[in-house]
């Protein structure tokens, strides 16, 4: 293949191009591509789980745990949904153009604020490879061009997926280049995307700790970090214990291994006896692990100890800590002090500790008696997302389409002068 950077300055330039062509396009030739894209992907189904079975028999082989397993897995309904997402980002609003906001100034100039590309988009994922869909389409339709580096683990399954959504919309008009997959398995492909800062606009990393480090180490590239999720549930003193139970056991159980999973819950003590002996039996049929606080031993004996590192612990697994707490003050500085500004839940029918707890709790969503696992751009009406940023500059969330663009100011005068 040649000199990685070599290869990779290659596409940055194309990207480039790209960028400069697409940033101009209409909405009409940018949904014609989407929609494209996705009956493709419909079409080359058994091409891609044939890719996406040799991934997971190399990974089982490499011992992958079973919730990165779980990720990397396709199947016909997750093909469907990924270009299902493809058309749901079709049918939104192009935000390329929009008038944020304008004003007339004393001297006559009208100045708006509108909408524009970002430029070229870089990202860095591990394991799901219905990213390469999701990340491509977002970035078409909000103008940008992408390059996008996937985890070794999912490189048969990104190959195939990234080769039929570029031919579709390649073939619809959108310029060559505008995707492209890094075609590497080497680490120092991802490090040099990190300083890649004449070529990339932004890059935006989605994975584990390991990968974020790494950027934080490396990157001089302008970085959107996203999510690790150590996302709590608090059942409060005034919560209707019928409705936390299905509610814990959604956030918990449902697909352990994704961000926006609960990795602890709190409880208040005033309703610790009467809630956790049955909640935890109920964890426990379902295959979780708990680990607890010496309170929640006390009322369910034989439970694991949990240690300082599990309330921290973004488990992606049925692993779940479990904290009885003497107020909501306690509750919110838990969270505050170990969550990673996720998504953060309480259940509780007191609307004062609801109001004060979506107010003073940090994190980029925050809930009132529903999972945490809403969070989710699909969920949010956004068609999907580029990930779930837990930063606070320009995004926040799911980065939907808009999070995807930057502004420039238009200014019309008529022969004003300083």
Known sequence: MGNIQEILIAQGIKARQAARVLATASTTVKNVALLNMAEQLETGSQDILKANGADLELGREQGLSAALLERLTLTDSRIRDMAQGLRDIAALPDPVGETIDSSRRPNGLDISRVRTPIGVIGIIYESRPNVTADAAALCLKSGNAILLRGGEEALNSNRVIARIISAAATGAGIPEGAIQLVDSEDREAAVFMMKMHQYLDVLIPRGGKGLKTAVLENAVVPVIMTGMGNCHVYVDEFADLAQASPIVMNAKVQRPSVCNAAETLLVHHAVAARFLPAMIGELQAAGVE????????????????????DWAEEYLDLVLAVKVVGSLDEAVDHINQYGTGHSEAIISDNYTNVRRFLREVDAAAVYANASTRFTDGGVFGLGAEMGISTQKLHARGPMGLKELTTCKYIIQGDGQVR
């Open 290 to 309: 708990i680990r607890g606080c010496p309170t929640t031993q006390q009322l369910v004996p034989g439970i694991k100890a949990a240690s300082e590192d």
